[in-house]
């Protein structure tokens, strides 16, 4: 991949490239072409000023569930503190395989074939607007088969296609190319590691009481028609977008800063001086793990196996094993990955806890119990889904809001006789829409792209509007 010494804008400041004006507004001017990010600016401001961590988003949660608790129900302190205490390891096993997701995915998207792919995938484009829509097309694509492979595929395409760019003379918008790539999670939860519809399909899952113990398949649910279909159209809707709101010819830009290149780590820099080394250095190790759990998989489904969290992570797994070149890639990409997965590890406790509040409180039956109020069977997917939506807010995690919202839907569901695969997805849809406002799962992408969230959140806004029309028409169509 060429290093930005060798570009035709290396003599331009960083982040200029494609034109000549190191002076140009940024993303969120109100110049021509890149209203949407004017349009935004208040809104960017108030986020960078007033949004907390996504940690502190977990700990707010947690009081307010517990004063709700206190206050709605016939819980005392003591109560309450003992079914948070209590509940706190209720979501090992979950908070296990939902780190592994993200591991995975990203360890997925560095191997050596993945980052060639991707860097074929780069030179594709020959126009700035193919190019948005493409990165927005690609990343979709990769949500639906795992979110952490999405979130690592969107921010490194914009990144390789940026650098393709600048290379060729090519004026792209690198702000925009990466809020394409983070657009792609708007529908990670209607593929194949959506946590909320796996879960369903899981035996003894924390949903399995709420499902009355029975198991909601995911051919009801992720791999329906009617879910399908909608992922589709959100891909067609939200692409016609950026195409839309593509700064033109001679509106400003801000490109790839003149630092970033492409790295991709190389095992065979590891010396290998002791037969130990040597082993590190063979692939023949991690091929025979990887064949064997391909094995394992394909017989698992001609069993008649069913889709869990848990085949999921042993397919990437798998995937991993077989396309890394030797242990030593393999024990480089863990420890590049483990870094994102950190925050979902000190998270999940007090999500569960919250479950614990809520179960153990009652607050769970007041609050289906007030939604069952106020729904019927046709209104209530785009309820559930708007719910989901500003529950997302304060618990950015998939599996996290199932924790907390599950639950309440499902009762919910059951005493307006909806099906309860809609309950799934209609959380599931909430849990996915408004990650584009909300900044926890675009650390990894802004991470790689060297951004921050004021930067995308302009043009993240605009995927946000329309996956919200198409996702809202989908609910209410399946619940006629």
Partial sequence: MSDSQHSPDSARPA??????????????????????GGLMRPFNNF?????????????????????LAFLLTDSGPVDVITGWG??????????????????????????????????????????????????????????LITWGLGLVVGALLAREIAVQARTRGLRVHFPLLVAAGYSGMVVWHMGYSGSG????????????????????????????????????????????????????????????????????????EEEAVTPADRIDN????????????????????????????????????????????????????????????????LQFPLYAGILGIMTASGLIEVFSTALVQIAN???????AFFAAGLVNFFVPS?????AVQGPIMLDAAAQLQVDPAIAIMAVSYGDQWTNMIQPFWALPVLAIAGLKMRDIIGYTTVTLLGSGVVLTAALLLVSL
């Fill in 15 to 36: 982040g200029a490239a494609g034109t000549a004006d190191p002076n140009r507004r940024g993303p969120d001017d109100t110049g021509g072409g890149n209203r949407s």
């Fill in 47 to 67: 986020l960078e000023r007033w949004v907390p961590s996504a940690l502190v988003f977990a700990i707010i949660l947690t009081l307010v569930v517990a004063l």
């Fill in 86 to 143: 209590e509940g706190l390891a209720g979501l090992l096993a979950f908070m296990t395989q939902m780190s592994l997701i993200l591991l995975f995915g990203h360890m997925l998207a560095n191997t050596g074939p993945v980052r060639k792919l991707l860097v074929a995938l780069a030179r594709v484009p020959r126009s700035a607007v193919f190019a948005y829509v493409f990165v927005f097309v690609i990343a979709s694509l990769a949500s």
């Fill in 197 to 268: 519809p796996l879960t369903a399909a899981t035996e003894d899952s924390f949903l399995a009481e709420s499902l009355g113990g029975q198991l909601i398949p995911v051919s009801e649910t992720i791999f329906s028609t009617w879910n399908m279909l909608a992922a589709l159209a959100v891909i067609v809707v939200c692409g016609a977008l950026f195409a839309l709101i593509a700064p033109k010819k001679d509106a400003p830009v801000v490109g790839l800063p003149e630092h970033v290149g492409s790295e991709e780590f190389d095992p065979a």
């Fill in 282 to 345: 063979s692939r023949i190790l991690t091929l025979v793990v990887g064949l064997a759990l391909v094995a394992y998989l394909a017989v698992h489904f001609a069993q008649g196996g069913s889709l869990t969290l848990d085949i999921v992570n042993w397919s990437f797994l798998a995937l991993i094993l077989l396309l890394v070149r030797n242990p030593f890639e393999i024990i480089h990409l863990t420890k590049q990955a483990a870094a994102n997965v950190g925050e979902i590890l």
């Fill in 377 to 383: 069977p046709t209104t209530f997917g785009m309820l």
């Fill in 398 to 402: 998939g599996g996290g809001q199932f």
